[in-house]
């Protein structure tokens, strides 16, 4: 995976990942916030995870507690494709522009400001 720290991303600027889903892609996730313990965002595509195949869970984490998933049924991503996710975020809330012109929103349940913290995790080669 990839951690990243210290960030200052602003309102309406864009968190941009380019990279590879393996061909046997079980999961990965994305994570922004705060910290670690503290997600803006936690986005998760389950190729086949946890029970669930190809959906997209979106939640949030608050001092170590999780909040409501939110899942999304539309699945863009394919196994052993390159695939580019663009977030960016406002007071009310993230928005995760998908493969094909598609788009999720989620609510910024933790109010922030801005993005200090972004993580990649699980089966996704970033490029």
């Known amino acids: 995976g990839m951690v990243l720290t210290h ?3 602003q309102p309406g600027e864009c968190i941009a990942v ?3 889903v393996p ?3 079980k999961s990965f996730a994305l ?3 705060r910290a670690g313990s503290d997600l803006a ?3 998760n595509p389950r190729f086949e995870s946890h029970g669930d195949a190809h959906i997209i869970i979106c939640n949030s984490l608050q001092g170590g507690e999780w909040g409501e998933e939110q ?3 539309d699945f863009p991503f394919q196994p052993g494709q390159d695939t580019k996710i663009c977030i960016s975020f406002d007071a009310q809330e993230l928005t995760v522009a998908l493969p094909g012109e598609q788009q999720l929103k989620f609510p910024n349940r933790l109010g922030l400001e801005a993005i200090e913290f972004f993580s990649v995790e699980g089966d ?3 490029k």
């Open 7 to 9: 960030l200052k991303v």
């Open 18 to 20: 380019k990279g590879t």
């Open 23 to 25: 061909p046997d892609a």
């Open 31 to 33: 994570n922004m916030g």
């Open 41 to 43: 965002l936690h986005f």
């Open 71 to 73: 899942r999304e049924p």
């Open 124 to 126: 996704f080669r970033v």
